[in-house]
């Protein structure tokens, strides 16, 4: 399959070239820094920033992407589900 792209370096606003399941946990990182959050179940979402900062988005709407780099998303406060990491 012919990929036009393959020669260009990626950066922070090209699409993701990577998923994966993200299941919250408390004491636990994700596997990689997100480049972005995709909700397939609205509610709230509590994370970790790579900066370290811990917030709670709440009130995200079904199919929301969440712009964000993230690298942990914690159990409690997130009340959002089906969360896929893009990266």
């Known amino acids: 399959m012919t990929d036009r792209f ?3 370096a990626d950066s ?3 699409p993701a070239t990577h ?4 299941t919250p946990a408390d004491d636990a990182d994700l596997p990689e820094t997100t ?5 397939g179940i609205g509610g709230a979402v509590a ?6 900062a ?7 709407s079904q199919g ?8 942990r998303i914690l159990a409690t ?5 089906a969360l896929v990491g893009l990266v």
């Open 12 to 14: 922070l606003s090209s």
């Open 64 to 71: 929301t992407l969440l712009p964000v780099r993230a690298d």
């Open 47 to 52: 994370l970790r920033m790579q900066s370290g």
């Open 19 to 22: 998923a994966f399941d993200i």
């Open 6 to 8: 393959a020669h260009t």
């Open 54 to 60: 811990v917030v709670t988005l709440a009130g995200i």
């Open 35 to 39: 480049r972005a959050i995709f909700v």
């Open 77 to 81: 406060g997130t009340t959002a589900s």
